[in-house]
């Protein structure tokens, strides 16, 4: 008698068939309801379930020019949300993707263009107000500092803050140490506002001890009264340079300089000095 044979092999490949039929006509189910479903999450505003039904009508087949432009669209308003709302990172992806997908790509670069320069100018006058580190956590939390233009403007301001805090902490040591020229000598390298103002109480306290130092040098004659002399240079010049950054005329600070530092203009011919 022939042995009977098990019908197993059968089953488990009628049940296989079976499977992946089923799994074919659920793709082809989900296909058909994709493109209804996608303009439905339009019609309802909402574009989070448009972003997520896109890609995945995209993996089954080609979108049409209808479905590429209700795309498009989703992720443009959703890209101008996001950045409406500060989410700064996410908005400027969003905006590259439109870029690559958009019907109008020279109008999406422009957007996207428009939209990263204003992220540098806020970190730009965030910096120039004092505020150095919140100026760099925008161009790292926005994403720019991952591209050149980002990178450059992140070293060129973290750069000069040490650069003017070093100045400022060399001007504090010699102003400890009485080295009043070698103290002003490094608040003239200060060239940021904030820092500016922050040494103004330093700058004061140098210059007087410039000024005294100077005199010293100058004792007074038998008869008690001053010898004229001119205002060290250094000390005229730094402050020159101040008023001038106050929008005064070369001729103003120079007049204005000279007699803060007790001083008067002297006309000789063509020059003019400050005299003691």
């Given at each position: ?81 996001n950045w409406a709302s500060q989410r700064w990172w996410t908005a400027l992806d ?183």
């Open positions: 008698m022939a042995p009977r044979r098990s019908r197993l092999p059968k089953v488990w490949i009628w049940s296989s068939l079976g499977l992946v039929g089923v799994v074919v006509l659920a793709l082809i189910w989900w296909q058909q309801q994709l493109p209804a479903r996608l303009r439905q999450a339009v019609r309802d505003d909402d574009l989070k379930l448009c972003l997520q039904l896109a890609p995945q009508l995209a993996a089954l087949r080609e979108l049409n020019a209808a479905e590429q432009a209700l795309v498009g669209s989703c992720l443009r308003q959703q890209a101008e949300r969003q905006q590259r993707s439109l870029v690559r997908r958009s019907a109008n790509p020279a109008a999406a670069e422009r957007r996207l263009q428009q939209w990263r320069e204003e992220i540098r100018q806020k970190a730009l006058a965030l910096y120039q107000e004092g505020n150095a580190r919140e100026a760099i956590n925008l161009l790292k939390a926005s994403g720019e500092s991952r591209f050149p233009k980002g990178q450059q403007l992140r070293a060129s301001l973290q750069e000069n803050w040490a650069a003017n805090r070093y100045a400022f902490a060399q001007a504090s040591g010699a102003a400890t140490r009485q080295q009043w020229w070698d103290a002003l000598d490094w608040l003239n390298q200060l060239d940021h506002h904030w820092w500016k103002e922050h040494a103004k109480h330093l700058r004061a306290s140098v210059e007087t001890g410039a000024a005294a130092l100077q005199q010293s040098d100058h004792p007074k004659d038998s008869h008690g009264a001053h010898q004229g002399r001119d205002v060290p240079d250094a000390l005229l010049d730094a402050a020159v340079k101040r008023l001038m950054q106050q929008d005064m005329s070369a001729w103003q600070a120079f007049e204005q300089a000279c007699r803060e530092l007790g001083g008067e203009v002297v006309e000789e011919g063509p020059d003019s000095s400050c005299r003691h």
